[in-house]
């Protein structure tokens, strides 16, 4: 059984995957991107957000598990990614301000920081390292796309 993860009453994350954007932060960046954000909470099978919305927030999984699909022509889903602790959603939304590419569903109770797209962004340009590890990221996801097309 995996371990718990752990989320303060402020939401603050104490345990992220290690792959996921917040364990790629310091602390005191940490701290500060948390405090720019509320916090949420998600039922299992409930909607994060829709492929092709808007984007207004980010959000960063504080615990529980998300799935991030895509829906073909026909209505199959196909499943892109399951993400956990530590996650960073809707960060390409954030970046170039286009449409949400892809849906995120919890997959069990989720708690997440919600943090709008002014606050995230303004972020990024006073914390050089966290906009390092969001380029990053980035690259390892088209990286790990990449792959999975061959």
Do not use: N
């Given at each position: 059984?995996?371990?718990?993860r ?20 310091g ?6 991107l ?19 919305e808007s ?13 991030v ?13 399951v993400?956990?602790?530590?996650a960073?959603?809707?960060?390409l ?31 990024l ?6 906009a ?19």
């Amino acid at each position: 059984m995996a371990p718990t993860r752990v989320v303060s009453r402020k939401g603050t994350m104490t345990d992220p995957e290690p792959d996921e954007f917040m364990a790629r932060l310091g602390q005191a960046d940490r701290a500060d991107l948390t405090a720019r954000g509320r916090r949420r909470q998600w039922p299992a099978g409930a909607s994060l957000y829709l492929e092709g919305e808007s984007c207004t927030t980010v959000l960063i999984v504080a615990s529980g598990r998300v799935k991030v699909f895509s829906l073909t022509a026909e209505g199959e889903e196909i499943l892109l990614a399951v993400r956990g602790p530590g996650a960073l959603l809707g960060e390409l939304s954030a970046v170039d301000g286009a449409p949400r590419s892809a849906s995120v569903a919890a997959l069990e109770p989720v708690v997440a920081l919600v943090v709008p797209i002014a606050a995230f962004v303004d972020y990024l340009r006073s914390h050089g390292d966290a906009a390092i590890a969001l380029l990053q990221l980035v690259t390892a996801r088209l990286r790990d796309a990449d792959r999975k097309r061959v």
